[in-house]
């Protein structure tokens, strides 16, 4: 048997020859220099490819056949030379599947014609994607040309190979096309994948996230089984470290759970997909390189003090503490196993435990306060820095409260650590928001006082019925067992109402009765949401709409912002119109298809999607039921009214809906006739016009 094949540095050559990123996430784009100093970057560290596909350039997605403008134009032809000059293989995807006529031949002369302006600009390496699009085709002379099941694929597939043969080989082009299908996620063969495989070439290269779209590991079976249904080889689209879907929080530690098991393997390479931010990507992205260099030989330990020290240098110290606890992976794991057990053994009294806590506090509080270089990673991450200390402060003033004794000083601790707990959830920022929120507020409980929520909040006894409603009407609020910031905070709305508030996790039919309006959040279970469904009492809900029979499906999008306001004059509206944004960054918001006699008022952002909407007393539910009540779904998510998220325009519309739904809102329609709301869904896009191929959701431009 010969020796190995060394690289010139002496070592081994990488087991998989693509190694690089994606720019693939939604949200703002990576600025030129950031994605100049990202080629650095990746010459450093030993990834050879990027691929340029940010889902908010318009030119690449929405308004795919536009050409760049000159500066833009320029930009791209700079990156393409600079990562030419690194070793790096620049490679520049369209996603013209928005709105792509697949049957008319001047959509493929647009394609063409599109490529054609970067090719001449100095880009030689292309993609395309179709991924989040429509999967069924729906144009008549689509549906005849490609008909039955799968025949998106078909279309996907031919619309490859026209690439290839009429685009690609004629300028000499050879490498494989990368392709990102619409079925990018899963091991099992689809109508989609096999009539993709009969139609597109076959060397194309087909991205593929996983056995999901985020994952925790990705094995070899995951990997024969998904090429298997494909019929071509795979290139891994890893999104880690990726925060699109979470942009409050971020992914700062090592790749983990991913196959050593790749010799001879049909994966081709792996593109990693980065956070929105691109400085701090870097800590995450080394493990990336190591893992793709030699899987067999890759420690993530090893590989996280590396890349640390690598891309903060002096600062790593200062800066540890916070990418530990920001280190987890998959999203839903632990996010930081020692110090939920310190949390659990304090609360559980164990010896020594409260120490181990404060220790790992204090640590982190004193090192988010010291950061200060490199600078612009450090600007980039200030504010977790600034979240991390705080929220290691409101820990630190709970573990000082349970050791608290006297009646003086817990009066004293109590107020502190409230305040506390109050400046931490201020943050839109995400720094052990699952783990310190939830033990400070046990620890309030044990001193006889909840957290942060003032009025009708502290007026329940311990079953969680008003101690005294001194008149007052009652307002139900259905959650979830474990009070949250955004429970309390739409407590204390509805205190500043007026209302006395009564909180269950299990309503009985007594609350029912006794309530004069009824709050759904999304911490409540199916039984609650049965037991309030035919509630006699205005009912206003972000969860559970469609068993509580206000809408025929409803759905929680990620990394949303905005809605738009359609019927300003409606009471619900808070005087305001066009578009406002809810939230202060990206975030979960609901939204539904409801029936149609609803009074729609906002709809989300670039969808025509209901994200506020009301039934009057009287009016038909999607159900077949009549509405005994008001009846009002709002676009809210997990989080609810949590101080870190609600502007003071979300806010607003949330108080006015409440108010609505509390005066009734506008009559019911007579018999026969429909509300004035506003036609939404596919009717709604060929009323604006959106059939016409440049009229597209709406997408901010965007300097390249």
């Not at 720019?23 to 950031?34: D, I, R, T």
């Not at 025949?151 to 300028?171: D, I, S, W, Y």
């Not at 494909?230 to 530690?253: A, H, I, K, Q, T």
């Not at 311990?462 to 409603?469: M, V």
Request: hydrophobic letters at 45%; aromatic letters at 6%.
């Amino acid at each position: 048997m010969s020796a190995p094949t060394l690289s010139p540095d002496g070592q081994p050559p990488p087991v998989l020859s693509i190694r690089g990123t994606v720019e693939g996430f939604y949200g703002p784009p990576w600025s030129h220099a950031e994605r100049m100093a990202h080629l650095e970057f990746s010459a450093r560290v030993g990834l050879n490819a990027y691929v340029y596909a940010p889902k908010n350039d318009p030119y690449h997605r929405a308004r795919w056949r536009h050409r760049y403008p000159a500066p833009d134009l320029a930009r791209l032809a700079e990156l393409a030379e600079t990562a030419r000059t690194l070793g790096i293989r620049f490679t520049y995807a369209i996603s013209p599947g928005l709105s792509m006529r697949f049957a008319e031949e001047v959509d493929y002369q647009a394609l063409a014609a599109k490529a054609a302006q970067l090719h001449d600009a100095g880009v030689d390496s292309f993609a395309l994607f179709f991924d989040d699009v429509p999967a069924e085709l729906t144009r008549p002379e689509e549906v005849d040309r490609w008909p039955g099941a799968g025949a998106t694929g078909a279309a996907h597939g031919e619309t490859c190979t026209r690439f290839v043969a009429e685009f690609l080989t004629p300028r000499g082009i050879r490498e494989p096309l990368l392709v990102c299908p619409t079925d990018y996620a899963g091991v099992e063969e689809t109508a989609y994948r096999r009539r993709f495989a009969a139609t597109a070439p076959p060397d194309v290269v087909v991205a593929w996230t996983g056995h999901d779209i985020v994952v925790g590991e990705v094995s070899r079976s995951d990997v024969d089984r998904a090429a298997a249904s494909y019929r071509r080889r795979l290139m891994l689209w890893d999104n880690f470290p990726v925060n699109d879907f979470e942009p409050s929080r971020l992914f700062l530690g090592p790749l983990t759970g991913r196959t050593t098991e790749l010799a001879g393997s049909p994966l081709a390479g792996v593109l990693a997909n980065p956070m929105i931010q691109a400085v701090p990507s870097r800590i995450p992205l080394t493990s990336v390189a190591d893992w793709a260099r030699d899987p067999d030989g890759y420690d993530p330990a090893v590989s996280a003090r590396r890349a640390l020290d690598a891309v903060a240098g002096a600062g790593a110290e200062h800066l540890a503490p916070l990418v530990g606890v920001c280190g987890s992976w998959p999203p839903s794991a632990e996010p930081d196993a020692e110090l939920v057990r310190a949390v659990t053994d304090t609360l559980a009294g164990r010896p020594g435990a409260a120490g181990v806590l404060t220790g790992r506090l204090t640590g982190l509080a004193r090192a988010c306060r010291a950061a200060a270089e490199p600078e612009l990673l450090v600007a980039a991450l200030r504010p977790w820095l600034v979240a991390g200390a705080d929220m290691a402060a409101a820990g630190l003033a709970a573990v000082r409260l349970l050791d608290t004794a006297t009646a003086a000083r817990t009066a004293d601790a109590v107020e502190d650590t409230r305040r506390a707990l109050a400046r931490a959830e201020s943050h839109y920022a995400d720094v052990l928001r699952a783990v310190v929120p939830p033990f400070v507020r046990e620890v309030l409980d044990r001193a006889g006082r909840p957290g942060p929520g003032p009025a009708g909040q502290a007026e329940r006894d311990a079953a969680g019925r008003p101690a005294r409603a001194d008149g007052r009407p009652v307002a139900l609020l259905v959650t979830g067992e474990r009070r949250t910031a955004g429970d309390e905070a739409v407590a204390a709305l509805l205190g500043e109402r007026g209302y006395a508030v009564c909180r269950q996790h299990a309503p009985g039919p007594d609350e029912v009765a006794a309530a004069s309006l009824v709050v759904v959040t999304r911490g409540a279970d199916g039984p609650a949401i049965e037991a309030v469904a035919h509630a006699g009492a205005p009912l206003l809900a972000w969860h559970g709409l469609v068993p509580l029979g206000l809408a025929r499906h409803s759905e929680v999008l990620l990394a949303r912002d905005r809605v738009r306001i359609v019927d300003p004059a409606d009471p619900a509206a808070a005087g305001l119109d066009d578009v406002v944004s809810v939230y202060r960054g990206p975030a979960k918001l609901t939204v539904a298809e409801v029936g149609p006699e609803a009074q729609v008022v906002a709809l989300v952002v670039d969808e025509n999607r209901p994200a506020l909407f009301r039934y009057p007393r009287g009016a038909r539910l999607p159900d077949g039921t009549v509405a005994p009540a008001p009846r009002v779904g709002v676009f809210l998510g997990a989080d609810g009214l949590a101080p870190w998220l609600m502007t003071a325009e979300g806010r607003a519309l949330v108080v006015a809906a409440l108010d609505a739904c509390a005066a009734r809102g506008r009559p019911a329609p007579a018999a026969g006739e429909r509300p004035g709301t506003v036609t939404t869904g596919p009717a709604a896009n060929r009323q604006r016009g959106a059939s016409q191929p440049e009229d597209l959701p709406r997408v901010p431009e965007v300097s390249l």
